[in-house]
């Protein structure tokens, strides 16, 4: 079948990861800062074994619709730490930390021009596992990508992850597509896995993994990186995607 949508992942994929030690620390001392001013007396030092793993542990339930997962995450460590934040004070420090972590992790340099050709004769979606939607609109919103999609689809809107492969529904809903003639282009296993599950063609764009993407951990020798074991076409870099499609 003739591929009519190409559906993109964000972060490694159109945003390329930088130096993610550095993220880290960005993200940690931020965090640490906003805290203080509201009553944190710890050590920064305790703070971080605090938050080790903060996006790994289990998401908060139940949900509170009126809080992203990110925002529930955050109020839940401020419980531990004996903090009493306002749901206003806690959407403020999620806004400062998500952007100090992402001044490390740049636009894709091929990313625009590639979207902008393929959109000329495809549908195109984004579907991006993240606990802070807001974050991530205001970035499309920022590097001017918005205009290229046709659907958006966060984790945390929809109420699933990859690799669930339900994550995609929305999105084909709303492209007009069927799985046969989409191809979904990500750069982890969680990617793959989802796109096959849904009957999607992955693709994976393969770049060297500069250290720990995925979570904020106190111990970097156990900061495992996610690699990719399925057999799956590879592309390394988007540009490949405009002699593949157009």
Known sequence: MTINGIFFDLYGTLLVY?????????????FYGRLKSHGLTCSIESF??????FFGKS????????MTVFEQRIQNLCADLKLNLTAEDITEIANKIASAWQKHIPLDAEARHVLQ???RSKKLALISNFDHPPHVRSVLSELGLTQFFDSVVISAEVGVKKPDPRIFDSALEQTGMQPAE???VGDTEDDTEAARAAGIAPILIQRENEGNA???SVNKDNSAEKEVTL???TITKL???TTQFV
Do not use: I
């Not at 971080?48 to 793993?53: E, G, L, N, Q």
């Not at 998401?59 to 009126?66: A, F, I, S, Y």
């Open 18 to 30: 930088g130096n993610m030690d550095a993220a880290w620390s960005d993200w940690l001392n931020a």
């Open 48 to 53: 971080a074994k605090s938050c080790d793993r």
């Open 59 to 66: 998401e908060p339930t139940p949900r509170q619709h009126n």
């Open 117 to 119: 050709t393929l959109h």
């Open 182 to 184: 989409v191809v979904y």
């Open 214 to 216: 995925f979570d904020f």
């Open 231 to 233: 057999d799956v076409k």
């Open 239 to 241: 540009s490949e995607l």
